[in-house]
């Protein structure tokens, strides 16, 4: 497989990823703090399960991960997870500044900024066969 398709898959991968985690913030933040055992309460469970920003981010973090096999299978599972889960912070990090209206620290900046220096070094040992 051609290194751009599979650079491709993975951005596509990680951006799925990343709107999947801002739906789920935005489903999770109609509930205010819940506690662990809440989850227990069936009717409470359903009721999360079904909230529509909710149930939509899962169908897409399902559909990320699913995905994920496409660039696993020409690539190493360390390298390619890692990739993707820093790109998806990143993608995160943007949507969630943006739209959320989230504003970080420096030292959030720092270790995005060490993770791309970490993803260059990774990226330049990936050898998409």
């Known amino acids: 497989m051609d290194k751009y398709v599979v650079w491709a898959m993975i951005i596509g991968i990680s951006l799925v990823g990343a709107v ?43 559909l990320a991960r699913f995905l994920i096999g496409s660039p696993l299978s020409v690539s190493g599972a360390t390298e390619t997870i890692f990739v993707i889960v820093l790109l998806s912070m990143i993608f995160t990090l943007i949507f969630e500044t943006v739209f959320l209206k989230v504003v970080y620290n420096l030292w959030t900046y720092a270790g ?16 998409p066969s």
Do not use: C, H, Q
């Open 20 to 62: 999947g985690n801002i739906l789920f913030k935005i489903g999770t933040n109609r509930w205010g703090a819940i506690p662990p055992g809440r989850f227990l309460d069936i009717s409470f469970f359903f009721e999360y399960l079904f909230t529509p920003a909710i149930f939509a981010a899962l169908v897409l973090l399902f």
């Open 112 to 127: 995005i900024a060490i993770g791309l220096v970490s993803l260059t070094l990774i990226a330049r040992g990936m050898n």
